[in-house]
DNA sequence: GTCGATGTTATCAA
DNA sequence: TTTGATAACATCGA
């Protein structure tokens, strides 16, 4: 759900939303979403301004004064949402942070895989949940894109959701990369051409940035900061339609599973790959 | 009422 | 290195 386009867009609607803005306190209502948290946020919290906020693969960053950085994991379902402090509390809030201006930010997170952390900025690069993650997709160039994936035998699939190989990436966006690029998920990567992963490397940027455009994909949870939905599920070509007529050649999209995820394709745009075609025959895939 | 699926990630086993 | 299984959790639809 939340991949980097929904988080860029949460990141950028909480720019415009609370930058500048302090906080009097923090009230945590589950506590294993900050269970790892080096600092304690109701402790460190009080006082703070927000100076900066920004993205890395899907962890946001939020920079406050006196060196302290909050980073966010949304996970599946987690929502970060500025509202007035006397709107409603909705079901699974798990964290408030009581703002000064009299508003919240409030966490949600229906089910609770997200997690929150408050670290020192500057041992951010060493963070556990940072310094593995791979290049951001938006920025890689070409020739770097290619080579970081001709060296692997893996599955593309799997390789592209692998956040240390590239930061950012989830499901939708890996299936709608890859119908793009004409490429099939189960294709070990050492085994497509340099045509075909340049190829893949601009679908997989260009599907980025127009669902940024869109604001994220909004299939049943994600919101904005604002509580605003995305479009970009009206753009998307394979993922969730399975049975209707494929964009480009008209064929039935189908669902597979790929790497124990739901695998949306078109069979004639996207090649089998000789070695995937024996076990797609003999395992039933839906 | 039960089952399976949902999508992200960490961790463990092989 | 790669693959697969499992677990965290709430909700929904069959």
Excluded at 103 to 120: A, K, N, P, T
Excluded at 194 to 201: G, S
């Amino acid at each position: 759900m939340p991949e980097l386009p929904e988080v860029e867009c949460v990141a950028r609607s909480l720019r415009k939303r609370i930058l500048g803005e302090t906080i009097e306190r923090v009230s945590v209502h589950l506590d294993r979403v900050v269970r790892d948290s080096p600092l304690n946020p109701v402790e460190h919290l009080p006082g703070r301004t927000f100076e900066s906020i920004r993205r890395r693969g899907k962890v946001m960053i939020i920079g406050l004064d006196g060196g302290l950085s909050l980073l966010v994991h949304l996970r599946m379902t987690g929502q970060l949402l500025v509202l007035p402090s006397k709107a409603p509390l909705e079901k699974h809030t798990h964290v408030i942070f009581h703002l000064i201006s009299g508003r919240h930010l409030r966490y949600r997170d229906q089910r609770q895989f997200g997690w929150i952390q408050l670290v020192e900025s500057r041992s951010l690069d060493e963070h556990p949940k940072i310094a593995r993650l791979g290049p951001e997709p938006l920025e890689i160039g070409r020739a770097e894109f290619v080579e970081r994936f001709t060296v692997r035998h893996r599955q593309i699939k799997p390789l592209l959701l692998d956040q240390t190989v590239l930061a950012g990436l989830g499901n939708i966006y890996v299936d709608e990369s890859l119908f793009r690029a004409r490429i099939h998920p189960l294709a070990p990567a050492s085994r497509i051409s340099a045509i075909k992963l340049n190829r893949l490397h601009g679908a997989i940027q260009a599907v980025l940035l127009k669902a940024i455009d869109c604001s994220g994909s909004t299939l049943d949870y994600f919101r904005d900061s604002g509580g605003r939905p995305g479009t970009f599920q009206n753009e998307h070509q394979v993922y969730g339609r399975e049975e209707l007529p494929c964009p480009r050649c008209g064929r039935p999209i189908i669902k597979i599973r790929v790497a124990s995820r739901g695998t949306h394709i078109c069979t004639r745009c996207q090649r089998a790959p000789r070695e995937a075609a024996r076990s797609l025959r003999t395992v039933p895939t839906r």
